[in-house]
């Protein structure tokens, strides 16, 4: 499917900023399944910028504004042609996840950092679904779709450093919440798992041209002798639909926009998505 992404985000603030330092990641991924025909990122008030690949492969706008500003602007925009294949994983067995080869090369995504742990009743029942599957892959898709038929999706019930732990116990977040629990989840049976950062169009059969409201999106990936993608939101395998962003262990690795500011005490941040399906 060939999409174009416009994404605009920034802040709004009480007073003045004299100064801003961000970090923007907002720019596709070039993959085999995801061509990346056109992107451009700009921003107001005009400012010094960076472009960098960081260390989970993701492209990072860096740029620093130093002039008084009542509010900033990153706008990106995209043409991306997506033709994402089903991938089933090689069905690997307990011992091929768990063998040092497997943890010497993905130990990274092996962590469990306070943002992703579950609880030890989750825990608990996690290591009960591993028991009783016979690889890998069984349980990462039980797993899956525990966490998308017990957690509702209620926007603005979380922020952006809510702990999967504390969602789960209100049964309630969005897809940053459902994508960082399920990956503590695997991790706890020894499963690797990895953050997806993108968008997702809302329509499954969209009209060609026309724009539809979206969002920022988050989804997983486990290994199975290759990475397997997973939507816990939605039960789906991210598809032609998924328009990928970042990598990286968890949400922390790959947050659209990040930095600081001086001269005023506090601002809101606004966020619009807008995606179009071009054929």
Known sequence: MLLRVVHRTGYEYAGTASHSFNEARMTP???LHQQVLHTKVDITPVAWTNTY?????????QFEVHEPHPRLMVAASSTVDVQ??????????????????VFDDLS??????????????????????????????????????????????????????????EAWSTRSGVCQDMSNL???CLRSVGIPACYVSGYLLP?????????????????????????????????????????????????????PLRGIYTGT??????????LTALR
């Open 29 to 31: 991924r070039q993959t």
């Open 53 to 61: 690949t960081d260390y989970w492969g993701t492209t990072v706008t």
């Open 84 to 101: 994402r294949p089903t991938v089933e994983g090689h069905g690997l067995g307990w011992d091929d996840i768990r063998s040092a080869e």
């Open 108 to 165: 990274e995504y092996l962590l469990q950092s306070p943002s992703v742990e579950p609880p030890e009743d989750l825990r608990a029942r996690v290591a009960e679904i591993a028991g009783r599957s016979a690889t890998p892959g069984a349980c990462a898709r039980e797993v899956v779709a525990m966490v998308h038929e017990e957690m509702s999706y209620v926007s603005g019930s979380t922020g952006v450093h809510t702990r999967a732990a």
């Open 182 to 184: 399920t990956i503590g």
């Open 203 to 255: 329509v499954r059969e969209p009209e060609v041209g026309r724009p539809y409201t979206g969002e920022s999106h988050a989804w997983v990936r486990w290994w199975d002798g290759e990475w397997v993608g997973m939507d816990p939101t939605n039960a789906i395998q991210p598809g032609e639909r998924h328009v990928e962003i970042g990598r990286g262990r968890e949400y922390g690795d790959v947050p």
């Open 265 to 274: 005490r506090s601002s809101s941040m606004f966020v619009e998505v807008e």
